[in-house]
């Protein structure tokens, strides 16, 4: 079986800058890296023929290229702890549309469309049940911003699980359309 994602990798520059964020909470579990990504549309586990049709069919995608520039901190959080933290990306638009043909491509080949809300966002941090509070690092990273970078390409990611956490390999990498030239 393989577990599937469709997600922007962000540029090397916005990476570290997210790289740079991390670190002062107790109990984090920050991602590296190789694990920085904004998920487009999560797959789930599927077969070898799934996993082939679902890469055919994120090959049709057409899409432009866009910049996107951070844009502060968030957290997800479940019975009044964080969960996870995030930062935030700016523009929504062109990224959503992007989700929204990603998902279109996958029903085309039996993917269940995604019912949950689509917030672009790219985690940098989990959090156990033992892990210290993140106000202080909310409060001070608030205006994290960056300049705007453009994404060349999207990617699907196969996920390996381990005991110390997913790995993310890029299985095919999927290029946006240049701008037309005048």
């Excluded at 993310?168 to 005048?182: D, G, Q, S």
Aim: include cysteine.
């Amino acid at each position: 079986m393989h577990r599937l994602f469709v997600a922007l990798r962000p540029p090397r520059a916005m990476r570290e800058r997210l790289l740079g964020l991390m670190g002062g909470i107790a109990g984090a579990r920050w991602q590296d890296d190789s694990q920085l990504h904004l998920t487009l549309r999560f797959i789930g586990e599927v077969d070898r023929h799934m996993a082939e049709d679902v890469a055919a069919a994120l090959g049709t995608v057409h899409h432009p290229r866009f910049a996107l520039t951070l844009d502060g901190l968030g957290q997800f959080g479940r019975g009044g702890r964080i969960d996870t933290l995030w930062a935030g990306v700016t523009p929504h638009d062109a990224v959503t549309a992007l989700h929204n043909k990603v998902d279109q491509a996958l029903a085309r080949v039996g993917v269940a469309p995604d019912t949950r809300a689509f917030l672009p966002h790219i985690t940098i941090a989990r959090f156990g049940r033992k892990s210290g509070p993140a106000d202080a690092m909310l409060a001070q990273a608030a205006g994290l911003a960056s300049e705007p970078m453009e994404m060349t390409d999207f990617c699907l990611y196969e996920s390996h699980l381990s005991s110390e956490g997913a790995l993310y390999e890029i299985v095919n990498r999927y290029p946006l359309a240049e701008p037309p030239t005048a």
